[in-house]
């Protein structure tokens, strides 16, 4: 069963107006955009068991992309809970305020594997390596969004010798926490996955228990779909009760 509230924050609940233009956006678009490959890193060191955060301004979780064909390449945001994303301009996005979130960005041509673009962005937007990797989660932006990720998630250790430190431009800030006191400080600035994540990690003490959970992970991928309530509009996962059988099929 797939967490739905960690402490104050509810991570299905949708606005009803935010739902409704959701709605309104993907009947318009008439197919689903493509997903992009990406890849998310979280760091883990212990004891006691923490992760490392990153703060951002009004920073999309999964990387920047480009409005328009010849616009600048400039971050942008979704809060997949709020079933809206508001693709202003920079100076709106950062009145808006911060995102945490951890390294992570979307896949480029020359990475080998998507597993390697999780790497790579740890070193560029902290300076540090990577030592153990597994996979923990795969999450696919909902189908109402105009920009989408086929992201996963991942679980690291880092190298010995190395401590991150902020490297990017973007980050203003970093660090070490325990990912009970992440979710439940920080995780109405985070993704839906990323909050999720800390959740699903705040059962365990220990790295080796993380990664003996990781290896135990199914790996499909988690589509998440605005469900057939209209009075209480919530996002439901694959295999729940009211999941739609296509994104538009309810419409």
Known sequence: MSIQRYGKWDFRAVDRDAAARARARLQEQGAPA?????????????APLRVF????????????????????????????????????????????????????????????????????????????????????????T???????????????????????????????????????QAVCQYGGQMSMPEATTLAELSRYSTVGEVFAAAEQRDMS?????LGTGWDHPRLVLPGEEGYPEASLSHL
């Not at 493509?34 to 212990?46: G, N, S, T």
């Open 34 to 46: 493509e997903p992009e490959r990406a890849a998310a890193v979280v760091l883990l060191r212990e």
């Open 53 to 140: 955060l990153l703060r951002h301004t009004a920073k999309e979780p999964f990387g920047a992309v480009a409005e328009g064909e010849h616009a600048p390449l400039e971050t942008v945001r979704e809060r997949w809970a709020d079933a809206e994303a508001d693709y202003g301009s920079a100076g709106e996005r950062h009145r808006r305020g911060s995102r945490y979130g951890f390294p992570g960005g979307r896949f480029k041509p020359d990475d080998p594997d998507v597993a390697m673009t999780g790497v790579r962005e740890v070193e560029e937007e902290t300076g540090a390596m990577v030592a153990l990797q597994r996979a923990w989660s795969r999450w696919v």
């Open 142 to 180: 909902p189908e109402y969004e105009p920009v989408r990720f086929d992201a996963w998630i991942y679980v690291a250790t880092l190298a010995e010798g190395f401590q991150p430190r902020i490297r990017a431009r973007e980050p203003e800030y970093m660090t070490w926490i325990g990912p009970e």
């Open 221 to 225: 991928p988690i589509l998440p779909r």
